[in-house]
């Protein structure tokens, strides 16, 4: 059993930035892929970015590329997301998930474990 905590949401201003933290316990192994999906009112949840544990291989949604940047550090078993220049429109609740397969896919499907989430409000 994989345990995903996230941390580090907030309230800011357009152009800010926020850096989110996703602390991995239990049994991650390194073949697992991680990622960062994201939901906001009234809408469907939608991927962020992800990142392969094995290769390091890196995806982000078209939405958030030049602006995001994912991240893990393999000692402290927690994954980040870097957000900057944020939008009103990036307002959401963010969740971290882990994939056993390492697929690091766009899929929610895809993915075995999840975090309870972390606010994000951007205001104009």
């Known amino acids: 059993q994989v345990q995903l905590v996230e941390s580090g949401g907030g309230l800011v201003q357009a152009g800010d930035s926020l850096r989110l933290s996703c602390a991995a316990s239990?049994?991650?192994?390194?073949?697992?892929?991680m990622g960062w999906f994201r939901q906001a009112p009234g809408k469907e949840r939608e991927f962020v970015a992800a990142i392969s544990l094995s290769n390091g291989e890196i995806h982000y949604a078209d939405s958030v590329k030049g602006r995001f940047m994912v991240s893990y550090n393999t000692a402290k078993n927690t994954m980040y997301l870097q957000m900057n220049s944020l939008k009103p429109e990036d307002t959401a609740v963010y969740y971290c998930?882990?994939?056993?397969?390492?697929?690091?896919?766009?899929?929610?499907?895809?993915?075995?474990?999840w975090g309870q989430g972390t606010q994000v409000t951007v205001s104009s």
């Open positions: 998930a882990a994939d056993r397969g390492g697929f690091g896919g766009t899929r929610r499907g895809l993915y075995d474990y």
């Open positions: 239990g049994r991650t192994g390194s073949n697992y892929a």
